[in-house]
């Protein structure tokens, strides 16, 4: 791989592994099966330049900040680097989010370009908030029909210039990417991404699970994915490996590219994690008993002799047929995004399968600890990786305190926000707000969070007040969201819910039709943000001079209450 | 030319199949999440289903945020 501690950014370690491994093959892209594309580091290279000349041509520079909205596919890494070869900042945006949530970010991030995809762009520019981006000049789509109207965009595929544009360097400190890790309803945490942040960060993970040229990572979580970005993006390229781009996650085609392309590494949320599992244990349990025996007795020698690290040719050798549907050539699966059970990490290495599984979030840079599989432990998110000091602040008697953590790979601070900046990093440590302990071999276990939020199995973090501007105008005297985990923690990170507490007017009843309206409300909700339960509290919430709700108070108060009985369905 | 109410009541009876739930059992304004109690990658099976039934391409951002039947029938019949 590159030795990035020569390098001062992210566009400059790009650009330096193109000239590198011209030859090798960079990138795949497939849609439901059929291959679109397939580049060569060289070839890469003479589709993305031009558009950093285009850049260029319209006045982009050090400072300027563009937005990506795509789905997983290789335009996003090609818009990418040429943002990165410009100097600029990347605004990397989830698909996902509603249009609305969209043009707020844009707005927020002071975004001057767009690069999105022509059929997200059709929603965006039907939506009204639109007109609150003013600064966002140009818009580029890309695989807009022929006859299409564009509402304004330019087709990405014609923004081309020539000759080569200069390369504009970056400093370390300098930052590469504006990463939204939550906050469209609340205040928007745009977390300020240094190019040492990711420079780092690559150094550490590539240092426990290296990359190398012939490598094939299989990317199916979008690159505006924290994880996605540094491992299946920013570390095979600096390593000269292969991404594999598939445009859908409809779990027949994941399936399917593993054989395929015979892949190496990928990264998944816990939820695709587990719907592979489930894949698979209804193929064993539709084998006759005497095999299913047999594979149970296989999958038992296999477990006692990969105890104390992984043999894949051993595990490749006793279950052929299990690693076959994978290709063959799979190292490990990385698992993040959210906690993961452990009887599911354990599901796949006693088939020989390892599972990287870790924890880590946006602000500290993605990872901060990762299993090193010597030995594989389910029970924990493993240790720290290179360069990360972690310590746990106020333990109580049985160890467990706030996750903190100090490195070069935590963010520089949060866009506009230098209070809440203030509060997360304290005298260079990051509070995670994750409660957790070391045991005596140096795993973290994590026990839940202090935060009021919860992260679901796709790996999307929802703070609770995010999603309160969905019940405003709700008919009661008050209403507030927690998780309920805030509220009674249960020293777990599976099935977070959120929780829905309203107040009622005096003399108001709770009617079939304020059920009905509460449910309307929440079904607006994209799936997973909504609320899971409510909760009816008879007294007035604590409040504050300026009448705003006083929400640890009441957690507080709540929490002295029975969970089981106080949480009604929606 | 399908009605939207054929494509509708189409959709309810592949996804009736698809998840055994009792026939009939499924409407249009309910919310396939909680009524069928699946994830977004069991509604993303859903629609690949629903793709080959109807021959057509549905991308995936397309029906993002859709959770009803109703919605979701109106996507399916645009592209008809």
């Given at each position: 791989?590159?030795?990035?501690?020569?390098y001062n950014?992210?566009g400059?370690?790009l650009?330096?592994?193109?000239?590198?491994?011209?030859?090798?093959?960079?990138?795949?892209e497939?849609d439901?099966?059929?291959e679109?594309?397939r580049l060569s580091?060289?070839e890469?290279?003479?589709v993305?330049l031009?558009?950093?000349?285009?850049?260029?041509d319209?006045?982009?520079?050090?400072?300027d900040?563009?937005?990506?909205?795509?789905?997983?596919?290789?335009?996003?890494l090609?818009?990418a680097?040429?943002?990165f070869?410009?100097?600029?900042?990347?605004?990397?945006?989830?698909?996902?989010l509603?249009?609305?949530?969209?043009?707020q970010l844009l707005k927020?991030?002071n975004?001057r370009i767009?690069?999105?995809?022509y059929g997200?762009?059709?929603?965006l520019?039907a939506?009204?908030g639109?007109a609150?981006?003013?600064?966002l000049?140009v818009?580029l789509?890309?695989e807009?029909?022929?006859?299409?109207?564009?509402?304004g965009?330019?087709r990405w595929?014609?923004?081309?210039?020539?000759p080569a544009?200069a390369?504009?360097?970056?400093?370390?400190q300098?930052?590469?990417?504006?990463?939204?890790?939550s906050?469209t309803?609340?205040?928007?945490?745009?977390?300020?991404m240094?190019h040492e942040n990711y420079l780092?960060?690559?150094?550490?993970?590539?240092?426990?699970y290296?990359?190398w040229p012939?490598?094939?990572?299989?990317?199916?979580?979008p690159t505006?994915?924290?994880?996605?970005?540094?491992?299946?993006?920013f570390?095979?390229?600096?390593?000269?490996?292969?991404?594999v781009?598939l445009?859908t996650?409809r779990p027949e085609y994941v399936?399917?590219?593993?054989?395929?392309?015979e892949?190496?590494?990928?990264?998944?949320?816990p939820?695709v994690?587990?719907?592979l599992?489930?894949?698979l244990?209804?193929?064993f349990d539709?084998l006759?008993?005497?095999?299913r025996?047999?594979l149970e007795a296989?999958?038992?020698?296999n477990r006692?002799?990969?105890?104390d690290?992984p043999?894949l040719?051993?595990?490749?050798?006793l279950?052929?047929?299990?690693h076959?549907?994978?290709?063959?050539k799979l190292e490990?699966?990385?698992?993040g995004?959210?906690?993961?059970?452990p009887?599911t990490?354990q599901?796949?290495?006693?088939l020989?399968i390892?599972?990287?599984n870790?924890?880590?979030l946006?602000?500290?840079?993605?990872?901060?600890?990762?299993n090193d599989l010597k030995?594989?432990?389910?029970d924990?998110v493993?240790k720290?990786?290179p360069?990360?000091e972690v310590?746990?602040r106020?333990?109580?008697v049985?160890?467990?305190?706030e996750?903190t953590?100090?490195?070069k790979?935590v963010m520089?601070?949060?866009l506009?926000?230098?209070?809440?900046?203030?509060?997360?990093?304290?005298?260079g440590?990051?509070?995670t707000g994750?409660?957790?302990?070391?045991?005596?071999?140096g795993?973290?276990?994590?026990?839940?969070r202090k935060k009021?939020m919860i992260?679901?199995?796709?790996?999307?973090?929802?703070?609770a007040?995010?999603?309160?501007?969905v019940f405003?105008g709700?008919?009661?005297k008050?209403?507030c969201?927690?998780?309920?985990?805030y509220v009674?923690?249960?020293?777990?990170?599976v099935?977070?819910?959120?929780?829905?507490?309203i107040?009622l007017?005096?003399?108001?009843a709770?009617?079939?039709e304020l059920?009905?309206?509460?449910?309307?409300r929440?079904?607006?909700?994209i799936?997973y943000k909504r609320?899971?339960?409510l909760?009816?509290y008879?007294?007035d919430?604590?409040?504050?001079?300026?009448l705003k709700?006083k929400?640890n108070?009441?957690a507080q108060?709540?929490g002295?209450?029975?969970?089981?009985?106080?949480i009604?369905p929606? | 030319m399908?009605t939207i109410?054929?494509?509708?009541?189409?959709?309810?009876q592949?996804?009736t199949q698809?998840f055994?739930?009792p026939?009939?059992?499924l409407?249009?304004?309910d919310d396939?999440?909680?009524k069928?109690?699946i994830d977004?990658?069991?509604?993303?099976?859903?629609?690949?289903?629903?793709?080959?039934h109807?021959?057509?391409?549905?991308p995936?951002?397309e029906?993002?945020g859709v959770?009803?039947?109703?919605?979701?029938?109106?996507?399916?019949q645009?592209?008809?």
């Amino acid at each position: 791989m590159l030795d990035l501690r020569n390098y001062n950014s992210v566009g400059e370690a790009l650009r330096d592994a193109l000239e590198t491994w011209p030859d090798k093959l960079c990138l795949i892209e497939s849609d439901r099966g059929e291959e679109k594309l397939r580049l060569s580091y060289q070839e890469f290279k003479k589709v993305a330049l031009p558009l950093a000349k285009a850049f260029e041509d319209l006045g982009i520079g050090p400072g300027d900040r563009l937005s990506i909205i795509m789905t997983n596919q290789s335009k996003w890494l090609i818009s990418a680097y040429a943002i990165f070869f410009c100097g600029a900042t990347l605004v990397p945006l989830d698909f996902k989010l509603k249009p609305e949530e969209h043009w707020q970010l844009l707005k927020h991030s002071n975004a001057r370009i767009l690069i999105t995809e022509y059929g997200i762009w059709r929603q965006l520019a039907a939506s009204p908030g639109r007109a609150n981006a003013t600064n966002l000049k140009v818009v580029l789509a890309t695989e807009a029909p022929a006859n299409a109207d564009l509402g304004g965009a330019l087709r990405w595929e014609e923004a081309r210039g020539a000759p080569a544009p200069a390369f504009v360097p970056r400093s370390k400190q300098d930052v590469a990417c504006i990463v939204y890790s939550s906050g469209t309803g609340g205040t928007p945490k745009g977390c300020l991404m240094t190019h040492e942040n990711y420079l780092e960060q690559c150094m550490s993970l590539t240092a426990v699970y290296p990359f190398w040229p012939g490598v094939k990572y299989l990317s199916i979580l979008p690159t505006n994915h924290a994880i996605d970005f540094m491992v299946g993006f920013f570390g095979p390229f600096t390593c000269g490996a292969a991404v594999v781009h598939l445009r859908t996650l409809r779990p027949e085609y994941v399936r399917e590219a593993f054989p395929k392309y015979e892949i190496t590494y990928v990264s998944l949320v816990p939820l695709v994690l587990k719907n592979l599992q489930k894949g698979l244990q209804a193929r064993f349990d539709a084998l006759p008993p005497a095999k299913r025996r047999v594979l149970e007795a296989v999958r038992n020698i296999n477990r006692a002799l990969t105890r104390d690290h992984p043999r894949l040719w051993l595990s490749r050798s006793l279950l052929g047929q299990v690693h076959s549907a994978f290709g063959g050539k799979l190292e490990a699966i990385i698992v993040g995004g959210a906690f993961t059970e452990p009887q599911t990490l354990q599901f796949f290495y006693d088939l020989g399968i390892p599972v990287a599984n870790g924890y880590g979030l946006t602000e500290a840079g993605t990872a901060v600890t990762v299993n090193d599989l010597k030995p594989f432990r389910a029970d924990t998110v493993g240790k720290p990786l290179p360069g990360m000091e972690v310590e746990i602040r106020n333990p109580d008697v049985e160890g467990i305190g706030e996750v903190t953590v100090r490195s070069k790979t935590v963010m520089a601070g949060y866009l506009n926000e230098p209070e809440l900046t203030a509060e997360t990093i304290v005298d260079g440590w990051l509070r995670t707000g994750d409660m957790g302990r070391f045991d005596s071999q140096g795993h973290l276990q994590l026990f839940g969070r202090k935060k009021n939020m919860i992260v679901t199995e796709e790996g999307k973090n929802v703070y609770a007040e995010d999603v309160e501007q969905v019940f405003e105008g709700l008919r009661a005297k008050e209403f507030c969201v927690f998780a309920a985990n805030y509220v009674w923690p249960l020293r777990s990170m599976v099935n977070e819910k959120l929780i829905l507490v309203i107040h009622l007017e005096p003399g108001q009843a709770f009617t079939d039709e304020l059920k009905a309206e509460i449910a309307a409300r929440n079904s607006r909700l994209i799936n997973y943000k909504r609320v899971h339960g409510l909760v009816l509290y008879h007294e007035d919430f604590p409040l504050t001079a300026s009448l705003k709700i006083k929400r640890n108070e009441l957690a507080q108060r709540l929490g002295a209450l029975e969970r089981e009985h106080s949480i009604l369905p929606i | 030319m399908r009605t939207i109410e054929q494509t509708t009541q189409e959709i309810l009876q592949l996804a009736t199949q698809q998840f055994k739930v009792p026939a009939g059992s499924l409407a249009p304004e309910d919310d396939f999440y909680k009524k069928l109690g699946i994830d977004s990658l069991q509604a993303l099976e859903m629609l690949s289903r629903l793709e080959n039934h109807f021959k057509i391409e549905l991308p995936d951002y397309e029906v993002q945020g859709v959770n009803d039947f109703k919605t979701l029938a109106e996507r399916i019949q645009a592209r008809l």
